[in-house]
């Protein structure tokens, strides 16, 4: 079944140690997004890719980066993790961002810091 | 802004009515969803409003009031899987904007 894949479901890393998510789809949508989503908290959104174009939310940290080398996958980089940033990170992704299609979200990868 | 304002936690029973509210700020507004999550998986898509009304799908009903800032969604003879957490979304340009969430727990 076409779908978005996340891998792995958990990550554990230590304090300042880079980590990468990966995310894959098989919907061939154009646009990709990651979501942080905190404990009993709302999934916030990071940054999207629209094609091979990179939309980063204005309060998104430095220390976080995307990227998507092709159509069907997308990577997020966390170059130096700390304590705050433990959370499931949820890849999602739409046909063409329009306001009326509905995003398809991966399982998630929930990473913990040691 | 996009605040987007929901109750934290509903309960109810078996075979039940619930009623979700959710209100919105009305600027740059394109359409509202709802989705449901279960505890440690994905969001997963229920409805989508962009006109006024309500929109039926199943035991799941969503209604939509524009000028009001203002929808809900209906869920009817509740059934123990619905215990999830409900979030209602604005569609913002090509993001979503999410409300923190409700959660629902159905008990027998």
């Known amino acids: 079944d076409a779908m978005v894949i996340q891998n792995p479901r958990y990550q554990v890393t230590q304090f300042g140690k880079p980590v990468t998510l990966s995310c894959s789809q098989t919907?061939?949508?154009?646009?990709m997004y990651w979501y942080q989503q905190k404990s009993s908290q709302a999934p916030k959104l990071l940054f999207h890719?629209?094609?091979?174009?990179?939309?980063n939310e204005a309060d998104t940290p430095d220390n976080f980066q995307s990227r998507r080398p092709n159509t069907s996958f997308c990577f997020l980089d966390i170059r130096s993790p700390g304590l705050g940033d433990a959370a499931m990170y949820l890849c999602?992704?739409?046909?063409?961002?329009?306001?009326?299609?509905?995003?398809?979200f991966g399982d998630g990868t929930r990473l913990s810091i040691l | 802004g996009q605040n987007i304002d929901q109750p934290t936690e509903m309960t109810a029973t078996e075979g039940a009515i619930v009623q979700i509210n959710c209100t919105y700020q009305t600027s740059g507004f394109n359409g509202l969803f709802w989705y449901q999550q279960h505890a440690g998986e994905a969001p997963t898509f229920l409805s989508y409003?962009?006109?006024?009304g309500l929109e039926e799908k199943g035991r799941f009903s969503s209604f939509l009031s524009r000028s009001k800032g203002y929808s809900y969604l209906l869920l009817k003879e509740l059934q123990m899987k619905d215990s999830a957490s409900y979030l209602c979304?604005?569609?913002?340009?090509?993001?979503?904007?999410f409300g923190k969430g409700t959660t629902l727990s159905v008990s027998s």
């Open positions: 409003n962009v006109l006024d």
């Open positions: 979304a604005n569609q913002a340009g090509t993001a979503l904007i």
């Open positions: 999602a992704t739409s046909i063409d961002g329009n306001s009326n299609q509905p995003q398809h």
């Open positions: 890719y629209y094609d091979k174009d990179f939309n």
């Open positions: 919907l061939n949508h154009n646009v």
